[in-house]
């Protein structure tokens, strides 16, 4: 089937525009998680939606970051005004049962910021 | 706090050469599951093992092999015999509190297999 879909794959913007990240997790998949990867370095929780209950913000760095789910399935990952430090790859994952289950990684979305 | 440390930054190993790659992790909860992820030049992260905190039965997989010592706080990953095709990056993870959090990464570690 079907694995996690993310786009766009790459994406360049201006240092104080806003972007728009899109995830689609595998069918039936209740868990979905945002992670970011800086070059070089370890994954970054942003954060966390379990089902229908309140999303885990707790990893996201600043207030220019925010992310919804619609309808239990696709999610936006949006940063506002877009900073240098932003630049990353922004990895998306869905597991069906949370943390308990192993997570399902997407390509991810290169994102540049000039 | 929940944590994982990946001690070993980037390893370098002659093909064919068995290579260990450290885990230790931290959590006070005493359910909780521990994952390795592999993340190939393509860059895309795959699932490699799971294991809860209730079963410290060591597991091999092929070339792979997991070492899960609790009194340790440790879950070592050993690639027998290893190939070009095992050059990656390694990552530990940890999920606690029953398996209700999202996963908490090590650094990673950079596993270069020379022909």
């Known amino acids: 089937g079907a694995g996690v879909s993310q786009s766009p794959s790459n994406k360049v913007t201006e240092k104080g525009k806003d972007v728009e990240l899109r995830c689609d997790p595998i069918s039936g998949h209740t868990a ?44 936006t990952l949006t940063i506002q005004r877009t900073q240098q430090e932003d630049s990353a790859v922004y990895l998306c994952a869905s597991s069906g049962g949370g943390g308990r289950s192993p997570l399902h990684f997407g390509n991810g979305t290169r994102l540049t910021v000039t | 706090a929940q944590k994982v440390t990946q001690a070993q930054t980037e390893i370098s190993v002659v093909e064919k050469e068995d290579v260990t790659l450290d885990c230790v992790y931290e959590t006070r909860d005493t359910t909780y599951y521990l994952f390795w992820y592999k993340q190939p030049p393509s860059g895309e992260l795959v699932f490699l093992i799971r294991r809860n905190s209730f079963d410290e039965q060591n597991e091999i997989s092929g070339r792979y092999s997991w070492n899960f010592q609790k009194s340790t706080s ?20 940890l999920s606690w509190n029953s398996g209700n959090t999202p996963l908490v990464f090590g650094k990673g570690t950079r596993l270069s297999v020379i022909a």
């Open chain 2, 74 to 93: 440790s879950f070592n990953f050993t690639i027998t015999a290893s190939q070009v095709v095992d050059s990656a990056v390694y990552f530990c993870a």
């Open chain 1, 32 to 75: 979905l998680y945002w992670y970011r990867q800086s070059l070089g370095q370890g994954l970054e929780f942003l954060i966390y939606f379990q089902g229908n209950s309140a999303p885990d913000k707790s990893g996201l760095p600043s207030d220019r970051f925010s992310a919804e789910r619609t309808g239990g399935s696709v999610s």
